[in-house]
């Protein structure tokens, strides 16, 4: 296994000297190491992958070095137009490291190893997709040796090719580290006591989109434990940051039936703009959870520790904001919400954590769908 912390020595060696992404649990821990030793502004955690390339395009602009920009395999998608619109030797030839977690891997002898639904098409065009976007790539495990190397030739390739290149990481790669620093301890309600408030406050006729990560597996296994079966709800299992506007999509489709969208604060700044979007809807209770953090991935800080996404709805247009932090409160707020006609927008105050015994959904995702496509057809 690699150590995190001679990979930060060989990028501070190779002078790189700004690292940006979007965390991903199976990068954990050297997220972690580099959240330690590349402090603000030298690292910033972006809102999207795709505004990672952004800040990576900008440093090289103004020091000509590259940067390292981490991310989930998934969050590929979102880097993909940045990367290959500008970053390509085609275009403004900007040379940066990609370091992507890959979920879903497909082992040496072509088969993939068991993940989640969501990663499994994504594990599966990983490497393709990287070969598509002519991005030469290294692909690093645990056996990995001499990581200095596999980062000079990488870097030395970025500058040759004046484009991207990319380090694929598997599992396990990297040794455990843990961060000295906490991101988020304090007495405030846990998102699974949140959600389970929402869920206890809301008619059961009431539909609910929930977010990427763990906020979907909590409403799932409270369902379960409450015995209320799992057709009411629509796991937004990947696609981090849609779960708002497929929730708009449904309020849009169904002008009489009101909508509940439980989501995070790293969801919601991912893709911020469609809440001037959502806010058009007056059947629609938008929920986000503000953790302060990518809980679901290692609790690396978001901007929701300092942002008031109150003041960010009601730009955007909402007509109903609040914020709670108590249980009653978000009771109150979700029964007068739901019943005022308005688009609605209320912030939970969070802090990070989870149950340890935390399961995941034991349904697959079509038969989520179709247990909800056939709620959402009933007369509510
Ligand atoms: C495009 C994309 N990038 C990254 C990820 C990895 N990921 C899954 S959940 C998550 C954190 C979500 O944070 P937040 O919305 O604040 O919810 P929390 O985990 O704090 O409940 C991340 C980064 C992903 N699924 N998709």
Redesign the pocket.
Known sequence: MIKPLEFIASLKNLDIRFVTG???SLLKDICACITEYFLPPQHVIATN?GSAVGLAIGHYLATRRPALVY??N??IG?AVNPATSLADPQIYAIPMIFMIGWRGEILEDGKQIHDEPQHVMQGQITLPQLDIMKIPYIIIDSNSMRIDHVLSKLIELAMLRSGPVALVVRKQTFHPFKLTKPVCEDSRLT?ETAISTVINALPGHVPIVS?????SRELFELRKAMGQGHDRDFLTV?G?GHAGQIAAGIAMAKPDCQIVCID????VLMHMGSLAISADCSNLLHIA?N?G?????GGQP?K?AVLDFTKIAKACGYGCISSAVTMDEIALNVQSMLGSGLSSFLEIKCKCGARANLGRPDRTPAENKSDFMRFLEKDL
């Open positions: 979007v965390p991903d992958e991310m989930q998934s969050g979102n998102r977010t990427t990560g763990m906020a990947g981090m995070g604060d790293g969801a959870i953790n953090a990518h809980d679901s991935v978001t929701g």
